[in-house]
Nanobody
Framework: QVQVVESGGALVQSGGSLRLSCTVS????????MAWHRQAPGKEREPVAD???????NVSDSVKGRFTVSRDNAKSTVYLQMNSLKPEDTAVYYC???????????WGQGTQVVVSS
């Protein structure tokens, strides 16, 4: 059973930085394509960044230049480094995992990020 657990959410001031972690258990991280999503109050969940089993990364236009995604397979952990945070980055951040060439996603419970102005 694949389990995904996010951590690192916090209250931070505008312009600050935060690093979120996503730890996977039940399988080897190197087998998984990973992604970060977020959901702000009253809004749809949206993709933020993803990283493939080959370490190819993508970030959404709204966070490009501020957020970076990385992975440490030895630690079974994926990171989302968030810099220059803005109040509009306030959301619950979710991590998802997908086996290579699969269509099933495993989701974490989310971690809350609040950016104060």
């Amino acid at each position: 059973q694949v389990q995904v657990v996010e951590s690192g959410g916090a209250l931070v001031q505008s312009g600050g930085s935060l690093r979120l972690s996503c730890t996977v258990s039940g399988t080897m991280l190197r087998l998984l394509n990973m992604a970060w999503h977020r959901q702000a109050p009253g809004k749809e969940r949206e993709p933020v960044a993803d990283i493939s089993v080959y370490n190819d990364t993508n970030v959404s236009d709204s966070v490009k230049g501020r957020f970076t995604v990385s992975r440490d397979n030895a630690k079974s952990t994926v990171y989302l480094q968030m810099n220059s945070l803005k109040p509009e980055d306030t959301a619950v951040y979710y991590c998802s995992a997908r086996f290579y060439r699969s269509t099933r996603d495993y989701w974490g419970q989310g971690t809350q990020v609040v950016v104060s102005s």
